[in-house]
């Protein structure tokens, strides 16, 4: 699925909070579906208007009963069916409808193994999910004419009936007739495209002849510019909004590659008959990865400036992966999502390294290990029976640590066992569902190790490791001793743990891995001089918090030596935490020097945590750098010196003159909107005029407006609410309105107005759109109180997973008083204030001290 989209938000105490998924009575054990019928194929042949919004026409389901049956049940929700048919005999079936089903009478029990056509005839109009449409109106007036459906988790019962499980397949087929001057889109190949008598209509059949599942079946309807390839014998087509025609190699461009790099790491050729990417209008995930047919939000799209600031390589290479991983072999259940997420984001580190090089795919690896120990996985396993709906399972345990799983795997098999063992697990269960234990036996078998353990720490169980080690040496033994202690609650988890010491004498350096199994462990190595470096679990091959006790000198020696970058990373986190001058020197050093940007922004981060003129003069600096990660890194960093007159003069001055960098120029607004009491509001009402990538100039500009307490602001923010506004900035607008409520006292007719704004927008905009609004709401408290009614109805009756979720968290919210917590925000400040007066005064104390 859905790569989700990392949106840059400040996180405010009352406003963004984390809702956590926890085991309870209301959660059940969760199996894969029941199958009465195998479906073998389905065609549709559907009439779509996309201004009426609606689709007709007719489902052909060729099905086989796996058991004796009367009443077949199909997942329809919205179908207006008119008429059932068997297609041999065109004899009419009774039928009838439930909230979520079709249940078809067959007239007598048939017996198991009878293959059936049926022939379902219906209509959807304005569906609730599973299709969206698109065009313009008074309001949106540039919205182009589009649909796209979505059927990942269990969507695309909205709009065909089916069995909508993962653990049913089948070939599929689409005619779709539509007006001409649309392209449509859709799985498999392209048999034919027809224009009616009178030019005004076009039929398009799609025919997808290798099986599968239901939710990865696709249509997209919609004007579009088409880049051609081929990959072999393979087309590979690039479907983007006419406007971005002109950017379309520089984002896809490298997508043969992929496709090449894939097949022969995998040891399994791209396995379907085209691949194509189509970027859609409003699209509400990152991407989806729909057999052969990539669907892909707008932002994968990157003009030249963009290029300086991220790539799109890292979520093609995702939803690419994806083809092997979750439609070639789809997992059988919802429990089981990390064998197609995980995957997906392994892929990612997979072509990282490839493409970037080792340090670029050890900084990923980095960053996805903050994600994989995050709350969420501490909590619950990867591999998890309870859950409330498919959608809470799309979250930190399936993409990071999952990923996370298989890079372990791949570090203590080695490369060739694992990506040989890939190979044969990949074509084991070609085109068919598998679960946990079907990778791990697959892998037992081909290497020979029991691999239980290994999937019952990190698959079956909650949390990580938690490792603390400390390093003292005996110089008349000449003995290193290591002490291994596991902290964490619980049993141990068992891993092997690599450790080198590279001593101050030219003796090369001593290198040991032991398996750890218990709670503690005791290691002595002889060593013999004194260590000059100590390296612990130098190739990050453990999914674990590291906390090492050694001494100064060994610490600075991984900074400024090591030759890995987490190794580095690690300690720049080390000396993060000092407050002492020359740890901050030492971190300058790093910011100045070290050969890798990730390093150096991490450098950044940590010298702004120390505070103080000298981190602050030293971030300053580091804004000249050349990598743009590392000035964006600084100008944020500064966001740490409020109320600092330096800082100030020098925001004030940077953001006047701009910078090359996208996300430079938007973290600017940011600092420049964080470190004033009352941010002036015409620095940042000005680069509202800014087009940017992702708008996120705008954004950054719309939510440091959230800091002001200026009442003309309010009004602004609701202006930029409105639907004819870009969505990403309506997103940022409605998280500043949440700021700029936790920071006033709002007069009740504001209070009522803003709320009846958001309300109206609930019933009009996208599940994305409408989860921000929802959250926005309950960050509101108490004032909002009147959205209750409103968003407990979405908790029964909304048909996404996640605007459910967040209307459940935000119910408990409205009994919250926002106003107490402006209050304490507002005596924070003034704490602040005092703490600054107070550092001026220390500070020229030590002046008069030192004449």
Same mark, same amino acid.
């Given at each position: 699925?859905?790569?989700?989209?990392?949106?840059?938000?400040?996180?405010?105490?009352?406003?963004?909070?984390?809702?956590?998924?926890?085991?309870?009575?209301?959660?059940?054990?969760?199996?894969?579906?029941?199958?009465?019928?195998?479906?073998?194929?389905?065609?549709?042949?559907?009439?779509?208007?996309?201004?009426?919004?609606?689709?007709?026409?007719?489902?052909?389901?060729?099905?086989?009963? #796996?058991?004796?049956?009367?009443?077949?049940?199909?997942?329809?929700?919205?179908?207006?069916?008119?008429?059932?048919? #068997?297609?041999?005999?065109?004899?009419?079936?009774?039928?009838?409808?439930?909230?979520?089903?079709?249940?078809?009478?067959?007239?007598?029990?048939?017996?198991?193994?009878?293959?059936?056509?049926?022939?379902?005839?219906?209509?959807?109009?304005?569906?609730?999910?599973?299709?969206?449409?698109?065009?313009? $109106?008074?309001?949106?007036?540039?919205?182009?004419?589009?649909?796209?459906?979505?059927?990942?988790?269990?969507?695309?019962?909205?709009?065909?009936?089916?069995?909508?499980?993962?653990?049913?397949?089948?070939?599929?087929?689409?005619?779709?007739?539509?007006?001409?001057?649309?392209?449509?889109?859709?799985?498999?190949?392209?048999?034919?495209?027809?224009?009616?008598?009178?030019?005004?209509?076009?039929?398009?059949?799609?025919?997808?002849?290798?099986?599968?599942?239901?939710?990865?079946?696709?249509? *997209?309807?919609?004007?579009?510019?088409?880049?051609?390839?081929?990959?072999?014998?393979?087309?590979?087509?690039?479907?983007?909004?006419?406007?971005?025609?002109?950017?379309?190699?520089?984002?896809? =461009?490298?997508?043969?590659?992929?496709?090449?790099?894939?097949?022969?790491?995998?040891?399994?050729?791209?396995?379907?008959?085209?691949?194509?990417?189509?970027?859609?209008?409003?699209?509400?995930?990152?991407?989806?990865?729909? $057999?052969?047919?990539?669907?892909?939000?707008?932002?994968?799209?990157?003009?030249?400036?963009?290029?300086?600031?991220?790539?799109?390589?890292?979520?093609?290479?995702?939803?690419?992966?994806?083809?092997?991983?979750?439609? +070639?072999?789809?997992?059988?259940?919802?429990?089981?999502?990390?064998?197609?997420?995980?995957?997906?984001?392994?892929?990612?580190?997979?072509?990282?390294?490839?493409?970037?090089?080792?340090?670029?795919?050890?900084?990923?690896?980095?960053?996805?290990?903050?994600?994989?120990?995050? %709350?969420?996985?501490?909590?619950?396993?990867?591999?998890?029976?309870?859950?409330?709906?498919?959608?809470?399972?799309?979250?930190?345990?399936?993409?990071?640590?999952?990923?996370?799983?298989?890079?372990?795997?791949?570090?203590?098999?080695?490369?060739?066992?694992?990506?040989?063992?890939?190979?044969?697990?990949?074509?084991?269960?070609?085109?068919?569902?598998?679960? $946990?234990?079907?990778?791990?036996?697959?892998?037992?078998?081909?290497?020979?190790?029991?691999?239980?353990?290994?999937?019952?720490?990190?698959?079956?169980?909650?949390?990580?490791?938690?490792?603390?080690?400390?390093?003292?040496?005996?110089?008349?033994?000449?003995?290193?001793?290591?002490?291994?202690? &596991?902290?964490?609650?619980?049993?141990?988890?068992?891993?092997?743990?690599?450790?080198?010491?590279?001593?101050?004498?030219?003796?090369?350096?001593?290198?040991?891995?032991?398996?750890?199994?218990?709670?503690?462990?005791?290691?002595?190595?002889?060593?013999?001089?004194?260590?000059?470096?100590?390296?612990?679990?130098?190739?990050? %091959?453990?999914?674990?918090?590291?906390?090492?006790?050694?001494?100064?000198?060994?610490?600075?020696?991984?900074?400024?030596?090591?030759?890995?970058?987490?190794?580095?990373?690690?300690?720049?986190?080390?000396?993060?935490?000092?407050?002492? &001058?020359?740890?901050?020197?030492?971190?300058?050093?790093? +910011?100045?020097?070290?050969?890798?940007?990730?390093?150096?922004?991490?450098?950044?981060?940590?010298?702004?945590?120390?505070?103080?003129?000298?981190?602050?003069?030293?971030?300053?600096? =580091?804004?000249?750098?050349?990598?743009?990660?590392?000035?964006?890194?600084?100008?944020?960093?500064?966001?740490?010196?409020?109320?600092?007159?330096?800082?100030?003069?020098?925001?004030?001055?940077?953001?006047? =003159?701009?910078?090359?960098?996208?996300?430079?120029?938007?973290?600017?607004?940011?600092?420049?909107?964080?470190?004033?009491?009352?941010?002036?509001?015409?620095?940042?009402?000005?680069?509202?005029?800014?087009?940017?990538?992702?708008?996120?100039?705008?954004?950054?500009?719309?939510?440091?407006?959230?800091?002001?307490?200026?009442?003309?602001?309010?009004?602004?923010?609701?202006?930029?609410?409105?639907?004819?506004?870009?969505?990403?900035?309506?997103?940022?607008?409605?998280?500043?309105?949440?700021?700029?409520?936790?920071?006033?006292?709002?007069?009740?007719?504001?209070?009522?107005?803003?709320?009846?704004?958001?309300?109206?927008?609930?019933?009009?905009?996208?599940?994305?759109?409408?989860?921000?609004?929802?959250?926005?709401?309950?960050?509101?408290?108490?004032?909002?109180?009147?959205?209750?009614?409103?968003?407990?109805?979405?908790?029964?009756?909304?048909?996404?997973?996640?605007?459910?979720?967040?209307?459940?968290?935000?119910?408990?919210?409205?009994? *919250?008083?926002?106003?107490?917590?402006?209050?304490?925000?507002?005596?924070?400040?003034?704490?602040?204030?005092?703490?600054?007066?107070?550092?001026?005064?220390?500070?020229?104390?030590?002046?008069?001290?030192?004449?």
């Amino acid at each position: 699925m859905p790569q989700r989209r990392a949106l840059r938000t400040w996180i405010l105490p009352v406003v963004l909070l984390v809702c956590l998924p926890s085991l309870s009575a209301e959660e059940p054990y969760r199996t894969a579906g029941d199958r009465p019928v195998d479906i073998e194929h389905i065609r549709l042949d559907l009439d779509i208007s996309l201004k009426q919004k609606t689709l007709a026409g007719t489902a052909t389901i060729d099905l086989q009963l #796996l058991r004796p049956l009367q009443v077949v049940k199909l997942d329809a929700v919205g179908h207006e069916v008119s008429k059932v048919e #068997l297609a041999a005999e065109r004899t009419e079936l009774p039928f009838s409808t439930t909230d979520t089903e079709l249940h078809i009478d067959l007239g007598s029990k048939k017996p198991r193994g009878e293959k059936l056509q049926i022939v379902i005839h219906y209509q959807i109009r304005e569906p609730r999910s599973g299709i969206y449409f698109f065009g313009p $109106t008074e309001s949106e007036p540039h919205v182009p004419w589009m649909a796209w459906t979505q059927g990942e988790p269990i969507a695309n019962r909205y709009w065909f009936p089916c069995i909508d499980h993962p653990n049913e397949r089948q070939t599929t087929e689409i005619v779709a007739t539509v007006d001409a001057g649309f392209e449509v889109l859709s799985n498999g190949d392209l048999l034919s495209r027809q224009k009616s008598k009178d030019g005004k209509r076009e039929r398009f059949h799609y025919k997808q002849s290798q099986p599968h599942v239901s939710y990865l079946v696709t249509l *997209v309807v919609g004007e579009f510019e088409i880049g051609r390839e081929t990959w072999g014998d393979v087309p590979v087509l690039y479907y983007v909004p006419p406007n971005r025609a002109a950017d379309t190699q520089r984002t896809f =461009g490298r997508t043969k590659e992929m496709m090449t790099f894939f097949s022969e790491r995998f040891g399994i050729d791209y396995p379907w008959t085209k691949y194509a990417q189509i970027v859609v209008e409003q699209f509400i995930a990152g991407g989806m990865e729909n $057999t052969g047919a990539t669907t892909l939000y707008s932002k994968v799209m990157h003009d030249e400036r963009a290029m300086l600031d991220s790539t799109p390589d890292r979520l093609i290479a995702h939803e690419l992966g994806h083809q092997w991983w979750g439609d +070639l072999v789809t997992c059988k259940d919802w429990s089981h999502l990390w064998l197609n997420e995980g995957f997906a984001t392994f892929c990612e580190l997979m072509w990282e390294e490839h493409k970037n090089g080792v340090d670029a795919h050890d900084y990923m690896l980095y960053n996805k290990s903050k994600a994989a120990r995050s %709350a969420g996985p501490r909590k619950r396993p990867v591999v998890d029976y309870h859950y409330e709906n498919p959608s809470t399972m799309f979250d930190s345990r399936a993409y990071p640590k999952g990923g996370w799983v298989l890079h372990m795997l791949r570090r203590q098999l080695g490369d060739d066992l694992f990506y040989t063992g890939l190979q044969k697990y990949g074509n084991k269960f070609r085109m068919q569902t598998a679960e $946990t234990s079907d990778l791990r036996k697959v892998l037992e078998q081909h290497t020979g190790r029991s691999l239980e353990r290994f999937f019952y720490d990190w698959t079956a169980r909650p949390g990580h490791p938690v490792v603390e080690v400390a390093t003292d040496y005996d110089p008349e033994d000449k003995l290193a001793k290591i002490s291994v202690k &596991q902290t964490q609650k619980g049993e141990p988890f068992h891993f092997p743990l690599e450790i080198e010491i590279r001593g101050k004498e030219e003796s090369g350096p001593v290198t040991v891995e032991k398996q750890v199994t218990e709670k503690e462990l005791t290691i002595y190595l002889p060593v013999p001089s004194a260590p000059a470096l100590v390296r612990i679990d130098p190739r990050a %091959a453990v999914l674990a918090e590291i906390k090492e006790k050694k001494s100064r000198d060994l610490w600075k020696a991984q900074l400024l030596e090591a030759p890995t970058v987490i190794e580095r990373l690690r300690a720049v986190m080390h000396f993060g935490t000092s407050k002492k &001058q020359a740890d901050r020197e030492l971190l300058k050093q790093v +910011l100045n020097q070290d050969s890798f940007y990730g390093v150096r922004v991490e450098a950044a981060r940590a010298l702004a945590r120390t505070g103080g003129d000298f981190a602050r003069d030293a971030v300053i600096a =580091g804004i000249s750098q050349e990598h743009p990660k590392v000035r964006a890194a600084c100008v944020n960093a500064l966001a740490r010196f409020p109320r600092d007159e330096k800082v100030i003069e020098l925001l004030n001055q940077r953001l006047s =003159g701009g910078d090359a960098s996208y996300l430079v120029e938007a973290a600017l607004a940011t600092a420049f909107a964080k470190v004033q009491d009352e941010p002036p509001v015409e620095p940042l009402k000005k680069l509202l005029n800014l087009d940017s990538h992702g708008e996120v100039i705008r954004m950054a500009a719309l939510r440091g407006l959230g800091y002001s307490t200026k009442p003309e602001t309010w009004e602004l923010l609701i202006e930029w609410t409105k639907r004819d506004k870009p969505r990403y900035c309506r997103i940022a607008a409605f998280e500043a309105l949440q700021t700029y409520f936790s920071r006033n006292d709002i007069p009740e007719p504001r209070i009522k107005r803003t709320v009846e704004t958001l309300l109206e927008y609930l019933k009009l905009d996208n599940r994305y759109v409408r989860t921000m609004i929802v959250r926005a709401l309950g960050a509101m408290g108490k004032k909002a109180a009147a959205a209750r009614p409103v968003l407990s109805n979405l908790v029964q009756t909304d048909p996404d997973g996640g605007v459910r979720m967040a209307a459940k968290a935000a119910l408990p919210k409205l009994d *919250v008083d926002v106003a107490a917590t402006a209050e304490l925000g507002k005596l924070r400040s003034e704490l602040d204030k005092l703490r600054q007066t107070n550092k001026e005064l220390e500070g020229r104390l030590e002046k008069l001290e030192s004449k």
